[in-house]
T-cell receptor, first 112, second 115 residues
Framework: SQKIEQNSEALNIQEGKTATLTCNYTNYSPAYLQWYRQDPGRGPVFLLLIRENEKEKRKERLKVTFDTTLKQSLFHITASQPADSATYLC???????????FGQGTTLQVKP | DAGVIQSPRHEVTEMGQEVTLRCKPI?????LFWYRQTMMRGLELLIYFNNNVPIDDSGMPEDRFSAKMPNASFSTLKIQPSEPRDSAVYFC?????????????FGPGTRLTVL
């Protein structure tokens, strides 16, 4: 069956460290993978998109990798700050129709 | 731009009542999506429209749910009759077009509680 898996346990790290979140998928062949941030009581906010032929994408302190062989994406936040504390969702397209399938999300807590 | 607008922000109703959720997408966006989020099931796509036409409603749980998009600036999601298991946060999102390379812009959500 098709599955998208993100760490269900919260990730707690110290300010200044690099946070690494994982998104694994099975029985999908996505052309694109997106990452969103969601704060409590708010809708998800788009962060980054990576294409299947891109290995890595960066935006300021954020970095996303996409390994279609491993069927995995890693999301990194360098020099993490307490303001980075939120839930991070990965989403992939099932057929390049705009129909995104979301993972359950991983909650990141950055402690000062 | 005000972003995606949803109303109401909170809705409390009794089982069996009709519930209508409303969404105004970002002006110029051609695609509109309705999602439901619960702790158990996460964020699920219910239905999406492109140029006001429903493209995929395979996520709509059952016939009690219906969605319309009468014009480019307005969409509704209706639940009739509502049941306690429909309690969730419902999000509307819009994007420039169809294609998974488009980022989606989410509204603030409607928190629905069915007693």
């Amino acid at each position: 069956s098709q599955k998208i898996e993100q760490n269900s346990e919260a990730l707690n790290i110290q300010e200044g460290k690099t946070a690494t979140l994982t998104c694994n998928y099975t029985n999908y062949s996505p052309a694109y993978l997106q990452w969103y941030r969601q704060d409590p009581g708010r809708g998800p906010v788009f962060l980054l998109l990576i294409r299947e032929n891109e290995k890595e994408k960066r935006k300021e302190r954020l970095k996303v990798t996409f390994d279609t062989t491993l069927k995995q994406s890693l999301f990194h936040i360098t020099a993490s700050q307490p303001a980075d504390s939120a839930t991070y969702l990965c989403a992939l397209d099932s057929s390049n129709t705009g129909k995104l399938i979301f993972g359950q999300g991983t909650t990141l807590q950055v402690k000062p | 731009d005000a972003g995606v607008i949803q109303s109401p922000r909170h809705e409390v109703t009794e089982m069996g009542q009709e519930v209508t959720l409303r969404c105004k997408p970002i002006s110029g966006h051609n695609s509109l999506f309705w999602y439901r989020q619960t702790m158990m099931r996460g964020l699920e796509l219910l239905i999406y429209f492109n140029n006001n036409v429903p493209i995929d409603d395979s996520g709509m749980p059952e016939d009690r749910f219906s969605a319309k998009m009468p014009n480019a600036s307005f969409s509704t999601l209706k639940i009739q009759p509502s049941e306690p298991r429909d309690s969730a946060v419902y999000f509307c999102a819009s994007s420039l077009g169809v294609g998974s390379y488009n980022e989606q812009f989410f509204g603030p959500g409607t928190r629905l509680t069915v007693l």
